[in-house]
């Protein structure tokens, strides 16, 4: 399927979409805790995808593992740009702003800290660890998979993951 979009086949791209958005969308609310920020990374995912197809070679002819490596980039990137925005906004204060009171809401939806708390504690994980993590627990592919679009053995990435799991527990206990 993929080398038939990569040829420019617009039915197989759609066929590729629709087998995957929704994982992708999933993989990147896991990521994000946002549902705006997930539909945002998932549209831009596939955007890439139908750009870059027709240069990029999959490993194991599985287009998850790259959609997923596109996603957490994505939304890597969708965070550095509100890291920015919230220091513009703290630099022009406006006393006259009213708080959103979606935004109040939204805090409070059952889980929504604790996602928050997840995100955070995975972003101080060492690289290799994180990584590890995105594909795996957050990205729910297997070891095998997860390992070959890293480029490390299954044992390295099992390692990570274990490493991963024990720093995971302690950060997210002092918080």
């Not at 994180?130 to 592919?141: D, P, S, Y």
Request: include cysteine; proline fraction near 2%; hydrophobic fraction near 40%.
């Amino acid at each position: 399927m993929w080398s038939r979009a990569a040829r420019g086949d617009e039915a197989a791209f759609t066929d590729l979409f629709h087998r995957h958005a929704e994982a992708v969308w999933n993989h990147a609310y896991r990521i994000s805790g946002s549902w705006a920020v997930a539909e945002e990374v998932a549209s831009a995912t596939f955007v890439t995808a139908w750009r870059k197809c027709a240069r990029t070679t999959l490993v194991n002819d599985s287009a998850r593992p790259w959609l997923y490596t596109v996603a957490t980039n994505q939304a890597r990137s969708h965070s550095r740009g509100e890291r920015r925005r919230g220091r513009l906004l703290r630099r022009v204060t406006r006393t006259d702003v009213v708080p959103d009171h979606a935004e109040t809401v939204t805090d409070r939806v059952d889980g929504a800290d604790r996602i928050r708390a997840v995100v955070s504690a995975v972003g101080r994980l060492p690289k290799a660890q994180r990584r590890a993590v995105e594909l795996c627990l957050l990205g729910e592919l297997p070891v095998a998979e997860a390992a070959a679009e890293l480029g490390l053995a299954e044992v390295t990435v099992r390692s990570h993951l274990s490493r991963a799991r024990a720093r995971l527990r302690t950060l997210l206990e002092e918080s």
